[in-house]
């Protein structure tokens, strides 16, 4: 019994679903709109139709034309003339206002600072329908930002009280994050990567420096670094951006690299590490620009007094 009231259930449930999304794809087709024709064909300015987006203060305001505009060059009053821009003239529809748009976006203060439409809605123009709404991303906004030296902190788009998690971010999301954040699963993100929202320093929170019992560095990672390290520096220096990480623990430890090894530096003839020094001493100040005068000036400092001075 359960069980035919579940397939009840699914069936009334799809059906419902196919309903509304046929409802919302003829309310969103009923119009006949062209941009195309209207800003490439006939030459028309932006603000001819969107008179408003100069003073609009907030991405919930309504920019989209209403009749009494369209009359400004249509006849409206002519019933011959509805079929021109409505499917159904018997039930005409309006297209659908955005309202799910950042409500602390200002059409006018980007306006005002030399922004063009076409900037953030330039592929409108060629558009012949209605159907998708051309709209910047927020990693557009971001780059962009970013590009004009403008903060792009949460807060400077957002209001307190926005959910901005994506689907993806369920409630188990901070033990299944790894394979996201590896594969760069946009699909499921709104397109978005991590670092559109998260900077390095939030991942740096969980994932410290002494902190390597996550899966990314397993228990014995101490001991097996060396071949991963060498072999993605880049990939290290996501999270270990400061050199001084890895210098620390190894002099701490008392670490050496692979080639100080017997006969690396002898007094008073220099050894292996002279050679190395001459073809390559940026490679030695990476661990030795802090410990330089006790390691260097020991040797060094002392063959500089010995030398005698030269009569110019």
């Given amino acids: 019994m359960k069980k035919t ?7 009334l449930f799809l059906f419902l679903w196919i309903w509304a999304v046929k409802s919302h794809s003829t309310k969103e087709v009923e119009l006949k709109f062209s941009h195309k024709l209207h800003v490439v064909e006939n030459e028309l300015e932006c603000q001819t139709c969107h008179s408003q987006a100069e ?28 079929k021109q821009c409505h499917s159904n003239p018997e039930e005409p529809q309006a297209v659908p206002r955005i309202e799910k748009y950042s409500k602390k976006f200002s059409h006018q203060k980007h306006l005002t600072a030399g922004f063009a439409c076409e900037d953030c809605h330039g592929e409108v123009k060629e ?26 902190q949460c807060e400077t788009c957002h209001l307190p009280n926005e959910n901005l998690k994506p689907l993806s971010h369920s409630p188990n999301f901070i033990h299944t994050h790894s394979d ?12 978005k ?10 991942c740096q929170n969980c994932h410290e420096g002494d902190n390597l019992d996550r899966r ?31 210098i620390d623990c190894h002099r701490d430890n008392q670490i050496m690299p692979h080639n100080h090894v017997a006969g690396w530096a002898l007094p008073n003839v220099g050894g292996r590490h002279k050679d190395e020094a001459a073809n390559d001493i940026e490679s030695c100040m990476a661990c030795h620009e802090q410990n330089a005068e006790q390691i260097c000036q020991r040797c060094h400092g002392k063959e500089r007094k010995e030398l005698p001075e030269i009569d110019h």
Avoid: W, Y
Wanted: glycine share 2%.
């Fill in 127 to 152: 558009q012949e329908s209605t159907v998708s709404r051309i709209l910047p991303t927020m990693t557009e906004c971001i780059a962009c930002h970013q590009e004009k030296t403008v903060s792009t």
């Fill in 216 to 246: 990314t560095h397993p228990l014995n990672f101490q001991f097996t670094h060396a071949l991963q390290a060498q072999g993605k520096e880049k990939e290290c220096s996501t999270c270990h951006a400061e050199r001084s990480f890895c």
């Fill in 193 to 202: 990567k991590c670092s559109t929202c998260h900077q390095t320093n939030f």
């Fill in 5 to 11: 009231h579940l397939i009840s259930f699914l069936t």
């Fill in 55 to 82: 003073k609009s203060l907030t991405g919930s305001d309504n920019l989209l034309p209403d009749m009494e505009v369209c009359s400004d060059c249509h006849d409206i009053e002519d019933e011959n003339n509805c």
């Fill in 180 to 191: 996201l954040a590896r594969n760069e699963a946009t699909d499921i993100s709104g397109n």
